[in-house]
Structure formats: C-alpha cells, structure tokens
C-alpha cells in the first residue's frame, strides 16, 4: 500500500491583490486642488470638484480633468475659467459672540442672519464657522479660514472640550447630574441607531427658584445635544450659551461683537488641536448672568443681507422638527433591548 503522506495545516492565504490601484500616497506640502480653490473662496469643495471635472481648471498650463489632484498651493499657477487665481490668503480666526436667532451656517435659505454678516471681511474671503451653535443658542463661535484647524477643533477625535453655561427649569438633584455624566442614549440619525451622549464635566453654578444655572462641558457636538441630554429628565433648557473653546474664554464680548484672536491665544489653540493632549476650558466660569442675552443687538447690526428682514430673524424652535427628535429619543432602547425612556 502506498504510504500516506503526513497532513499538512494550510498556511495564511497570501493577500488577494486588489482590482483598484493603489495611488501613491502624496508628496509633503501637496494639497488636494478642489480644497486649494475652496479655500481661495471660488466655492465650496463639491462645486470646485465640479469645476475640475467639466475642464475649467488648469494648473501649470495644463487642464486637469481627472481627481485625485494635488498641487502645491505655493508654487502652483491655478487658473478657473482662464482667470489666474489669487496667492492663497493668511490665516485668520475671529472670535464672535453668536446672538440667538442669527444662524452659524454661511448659507441660509430662508435669508435670515448669519453669524459671517457680523464680521467684516474682503470680497472673496472665505470665512467659515468652527462647529455649529444652534439658532436659539448663543456664546463664543469661531470663524476662519484654517481649515486644518478647524476639522481638528470641531472633530470629537481630537478631545478640543466646549464649555457652555445653560439656564434650566426645575431644581436638578445630584442624581440627575451623575446619570448625565455618565451619558444618556440618544437616537443618532448618522449612525441609524442610539448612542450615548455624556458631558465630560457638570456641575451646579445657581439655583434660583424653580431654575437652576448650570455649567457643562462636551468633548462633542451632536445636533441640539444639551437640550436634548437634558429633557431627558423633564428639564427645559430656557437660556444656553457658549462660553468656552479649549483654552479660549468668552470674556467680556457683548452679543453681536467680535474680535481677532491674540498672538498667545492663537498660539495656544493651535497647541490644542495640534498637541495631542485633551484641551480644556482654562478657568472655570463665574455665576452665569444671561441678561446680556437679553439686550437687543440691534445697534451692532448694521445692514441686513440681502434677501433678510427683521421678520425672518424670528426664530420659532418648537416646531415639526424639534417634536419629532424628542420622539425619536423617548423610543430610544437600551442596548439590552428594553425600554429606556428616562435614561436608565
């Protein structure tokens, strides 16, 4: 009988080589050409890709059709529709106190007033705001033109924590503030499912009454997460406000003003999206006062856009929308699949 051969244990299969060739990753300093004209203000990324995909770009003297592209924004000759396009700008970042009822999004089709029409700035200057603060918050925004720091300072990854002063009703016990540290369940439309939304520190400023003023910390920005996290337990928020960004301070700004950043403070929020470490509010808030938010802006306005009016500056939250996000929270299920409609 012939003798069997000893089994052999099949080894890792090698790679299966992929169908889509691999491009090389990009040399130091190249930036892709849709966000190079982004950024020089031609428009937003979606339509610059537009443009380079119709032949309207050329770069160097030749037309690029194709994308990924990358050029090097320092000595690359970039013409749009046979015009040269300008030296890229320097970087610049403004702090503004967001009024409640102006939105923070540079393009508003219901023509109401945007945070980017409070701040003067150049014909063509792309000034875009870092995150999102609700219509009917307010408190420090910041506007730029960096768009490396502000993906790192809007994106949850990189720990840059927001501080926000938040006027609510009702006398919150310590339990509720232990539960909302540990995080709620909220339903997350992105993701097409609940996740847990906490504040990485919260704590009692006042209670005056039936209203307590709190002050809380998030190392994320969720739509209307505060609010949101709140009613979870029957608390209204009436008043909320954006006080801090990393190691910047809201200060003495009046709603309606604005200021550019100090060499120390640029220095020091470059440090906190670029370091590494988990930046946070450099000094803890004093007692909220929210009568600034009372005063009306109106002096500070100056003209309308065009298309606005003092009627679309009023803003009516509770509407369609804002029923149908607390409904989906109240059908949120725990991860063990039984109902949690207080939290729990």
Known sequence: MPSRQPSRRPGPRPPRPSRIPRRPPPREGLVRLQKVLAEAGVASRRACEELILAGEVE?????????????????ARIEVSGQRLAAPAAPRTVMIFKPRGV??????????????????????????????????????????????????LAHPRYGVHK?????????IDDAVLERLQKGVFLADRRKGRAARASASEIRVLRREGARTILYLELSEGRNRQVRRMLERFGHDVKRLRRVAMGPLQLGDLRPGEWRALT???????????????????????????????????????????EGGSPAN??????????????RDDRDVRSPRGRRDPRGR
């Open 263 to 305: 060499d120390r403070e640029h220095a020091a929020l470059e440090s906190a999206a670029f370091g590494g470490a988990v930046a946070t509010p450099a000094a803890a808030p004093r007692a909220a006062s929210f009568a600034r938010d009372r005063r009306s802006a109106a002096s500070r306005r100056g003209p309308l856009p």
């Open 59 to 75: 770069v160097d003297g030749e037309v690029v059709r194709e994308l990924p592209c990358f050029v090097d924004p320092r000595t």
């Open 103 to 152: 939105v923070s999004t540079n393009r508003d089709p219901h023509g109401r007033r945007r945070a980017i029409d409070l701040v003067p700035h150049a014909p063509g200057e792309r000034l875009y705001p870092v995150g999102r603060l609700d219509v009917d918050s307010s408190g420090l925004l910041l506007l730029t033109n960096d768009g490396a720091l502000a993906n790192r």
């Open 163 to 171: 501080g926000y002063e938040v006027l609510v009703s009702g006398r």
């Open 313 to 326: 500056n009023v803003v009516h939250p509770r509407g369609a929308a804002a029923r149908k996000r607390r």
